[in-house]
């Protein structure tokens, strides 16, 4: 399997990060090796000092497709849950000065944590779902679907045109404002519709 990941999806994460609002959604992967499944910890890599944390609703993918349309795109995914897209936000932004790919930021083992998913059926309006993360007990992203840029459907539809989307693969569809470092020993909590579905420490 594999994980597709939507940057610069939502107006004021794009401005926080100084980035321009994308024509076209923006996308990313990261391997299967970049999971943490099961609330395990989250182990700060040596290798950067600046690890941001980026909470996002995740979808997860149930029947093979290719150039999906738009209007059929909703039957390509069946359940959602949360990621914390982790990154390396120093070598990330070394990256974009020297207009450099940004696997090294992004796509390192433990950069993806999920929680379980959850039936889609069961939200009443996938364009409206309010998700937010905690970090130490505090509020630090709080948003909904409908303030996408790139709707769920959008999204399906762009990445299918470039990469076969397979069963069982997860698609990350981008962060709102508030993320922000990460030290070790701190906790994360996110929730989608205020029920908690997914907690790391930072070790
Ligand atoms: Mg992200």
Redesign the pocket.
């Known amino acids: 399997m594999k994980i597709l ?3 610069r999806n939502y107006r004021a994460h794009a401005e926080e990060l100084k980035s321009e609002i994308p024509k076209e959604p923006v996308f990313f992967m990261k391997p299967e090796t970049a999971i943490i499944r099961n609330n395990l910890p989250f182990f700060y890599p040596g290798f950067s000092e600046k690890i941001h944390y ?1 909470v ?1 609703l995740v979808l997860k993918i149930c029947k093979l497709g290719k150039h999906i349309s738009e209007k059929f795109a909703h039957t390509y995914y069946d359940q959602i849950g949360i990621g914390l ?1 982790f ?1 390396a936000r120093d070598i990330q932004e070394n990256c974009k000065k020297k207009g450099l790919p940004w696997e090294i930021a992004k796509a390192f083992d433990g950069s993806a944590a999920i929680s379980n998913f959850v039936d889609k059926n069961k939200f009443k309006d996938l364009n409206n779902i309010n998700f937010s993360l905690n970090l130490n007990g505090k509020t630090v992203q709080k948003a909904s679907s409908s303030q996408m840029i790139f709707t769920f459907d959008q999204l399906i539809s762009y990445l299918s045109k470039f990469v076969t989307l397979k069963i069982g693969d997860l698609v ?1 569809t ?2 709102p404002s508030g993320v922000g470092e990460l030290h070790i020993n701190d906790q994360l909590e996110a929730y989608i519709e205020n029920e908690k579905i997914l907690n790391v420490n930072v070790k």
């Open positions: 990941c939507i940057g980026e996002e897209d990154t990350f981008g962060t």
